[in-house]
């Protein structure tokens, strides 16, 4: 290529040309209509060969291909101004601040040191994992985020250290003496293991080797070859697309802060600039939790913070189950969990079974409306955190007796419930327990202590302090078939057989109904018979027993 591309200055900025703008319902070929009404138009300087995109226009394109972090460029980080009004070409010199600064951003922070000597190159909070690009914001007014980009010291730096004695005087700039702007900068400000890996060059346009680039996330400067005045022009892509079979790459024009989304043509491309970072990158969950839902992961060696989902959900009826994205991690001291009322294009109805169990280090979790189950465990261990129910006078009938196991604190609607009224209450066949009857959370959690009263040979009466009254079949041992282990009383089990082994299945054969356990069983009058394997665990009240159906019920009594 000639070594001296030199770029024609701009015309004075304006404002754009307005062009009529697209509806969402519109169709493609409607889409190519206002392509080339816009084509035949022109933009705001007069080139058929890019335009900005609306919100609608993006809509139209196909085949799109963005790198991953293509938000830091709509986000308009801070990129020196192409000087509109002035005869100084320098938009290759922001193409290539923008270029270094991204991979600053990604790649490698070491790259552009935060200061050297009284020069800032970066914002003092540069790198604030709040204001990543990932998240989605708005592109920001004038010159965009400082929190991300780099300030103008390090473009004039840039200026600075270019050697070509016309440049950036009058006659524009050529790529390769900004490249060896760049150069210059990394040899005289980055560390030599860091500058060992870098890689910057500028080539004539080669289709594959962009398309190379845009698919591993890397972004490209490219440069317009015609020599027709205005029509020069260097800007950075971050993505490719189609428009009505027309391709062409999505740029930061490097105009301001309204030319973040520009659409160029690829037939108009003459050149490109590429860079890469070679510093491996291992990254490790810092337990930040940014913007409610993103989770920070950091690189020890270069510096670079990512964001990854902090949720993860499930499909359930009704909605999303919710639970941590990655259970590893430990979310850091003092941390506030808001649960979003929707994610994943449906709302949260349910907290998954261990879904934030052992996240002791939180101080509050914020649950809205929507979630009407919690699975088990799913609040375990979490540090006495506050719970807060939102826009909720009582835990709704839904949540199971221990959805709140670690006996958290509860606010509903903002005011801390008391547990007032706390009463013991039946909560399955087994269990009864201390429930709050507003927010449900329940404590002292035991095995019923009943009463056994002799109603008949097949059944008694079963009482607990919590209000359990049930008639039930005796419960007899396989050894001592005619008395029952709970009552005392005279149990009917039937024809004995010859035997004499309650767990053979010829013993009753006809009588029974369900076998359980170790060779336990439900006999059809309603009579349980506990083998000897099982007798351990029917006296330490773990043995699980199959319920009598309704018609064993009503046999008797
Ligand atoms: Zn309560
Ligand atoms: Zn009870
Ligand atoms: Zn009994």
Redesign the pocket.
């Known amino acids: 290529m000639d070594a001296n591309i030199h770029l024609k200055p701009p015309i004075k900025e304006t404002s754009p040309r307005s062009v009529s703008v697209m509806k969402k319902h519109e169709t493609q070929s409607q889409c190519a209509h206002r392509l080339r009404v816009v084509s035949e138009l022109g933009n705001n300087r007069g080139k058929p060969d890019d335009y900005p995109l609306t919100d609608d226009e993006f809509e139209c394109l196909t085949n799109l291909n963005l790198i991953e972090n293509y938000n830091y460029f709509l986000l308009n980080p801070k990129h020196s101004n192409h000087l509109p009004g002035s005869v100084l070409g320098t938009c290759t010199t922001v193409a290539a601040q923008l270029l270094v600064g991204y991979h600053n951003y990604y790649s490698d922070r070491r790259i552009i040191p935060e200061t050297s000597g009284n020069i800032s190159f970066l914002a003092e909070d540069y790198g604030n994992i709040n204001y990543n690009p990932t998240i989605e914001r708005e592109p920001v007014a004038n010159q965009g985020c400082e929190k991300i980009g780099t300030l103008d010291a390090f473009f004039n730096k840039l200026i600075d250290l270019n050697s070509n004695i016309n440049n950036p005087i009058n006659s524009g700039q050529d790529m390769p003496s900004v490249v060896n702007s760049v150069k210059a900068f990394f040899d005289n400000y980055s560390e030599p293991t860091i500058r060992d890996n870098l890689n910057i060059s500028t080539e004539l346009y080669n289709e594959a080797e962009v398309n190379f680039e845009l698919n591993n996330n890397r972004p490209v400067v490219l440069g317009y070859g015609s020599l027709i005045p205005f029509d020069f022009h260097v800007f950075i892509a971050y993505g490719k697309a189609e428009l009505d079979g027309v391709t062409g790459y999505l740029v930061h024009y490097g105009w301001g802060a309204s030319s973040t989304r520009y659409f160029a043509k690829e037939s108009a491309i003459a050149f490109q600039m590429r860079m890469s970072v070679g510093t491996p990158q291992t990254f490790t969950e810092t337990g930040n939790v940014v913007a409610d839902i993103y989770r920070e992961q950091k690189c020890n060696t270069t510096g670079v913070s990512k964001l990854a989902p902090l949720f993860s959900t499930t499909p359930i009826s009704g909605g999303q189950s919710i639970s941590l994205a990655n259970g590893n991690i430990l979310l850091k001291q003092g941390t506030s969990l808001n649960i979003p009322s929707s994610l994943n294009g449906g709302n949260v109805v349910k907290l998954a079974n261990e879904a934030f169990k052992d996240q002791a280090r939180l101080v509050e979790i914020n649950i809205p409306s929507t979630v009407i189950s919690v699975g088990t465990n799913a609040l375990f261990n979490t540090g006495g955190a506050i719970i807060n129910l939102i826009d909720r006078n009582s835990a709704p009938q839904t949540f199971s007796y221990n959805w709140n196991p670690s006996n958290n604190p509860v606010k509903l609607n903002g005011v801390t419930c008391n547990h007032t009224n706390q009463t013991?209450v039946?909560l399955n066949d087994t269990?009864?327990g201390m429930q709050c009857p507003t927010c449900k959370t329940t404590t002292n959690i035991?095995?019923?202590?009943?009463t056994y009263t002799w109603r008949s040979k097949t059944r008694h009466r079963a009482t607990?302090?919590?209000?359990?009254n049930v008639l039930e079949g005796h419960f007899v041992s396989s050894s001592n078939p005619s008395t029952c282990m709970l009552c005392g009383g005279p149990a009917d089990t039937g024809f004995i057989g010859p035997f004499g082994d309650a767990s053979s299945p010829l013993w009753n054969t006809n009588y029974v109904v369900e076998y359980f356990s170790n060779g336990s069983y439900l006999l059809s009058n309603g009579v349980y018979v506990i083998s000897d394997a099982d007798l351990d665990a029917f006296n330490s009240g773990t043995l699980d027993i199959p319920k009598n159906n309704e018609e064993i019920y009503n046999y008797c009594c």
Do not use: T
């Open positions: 013991l039946s269990k009864h035991e095995n019923h202590n009943h607990c302090a919590c209000g359990r």
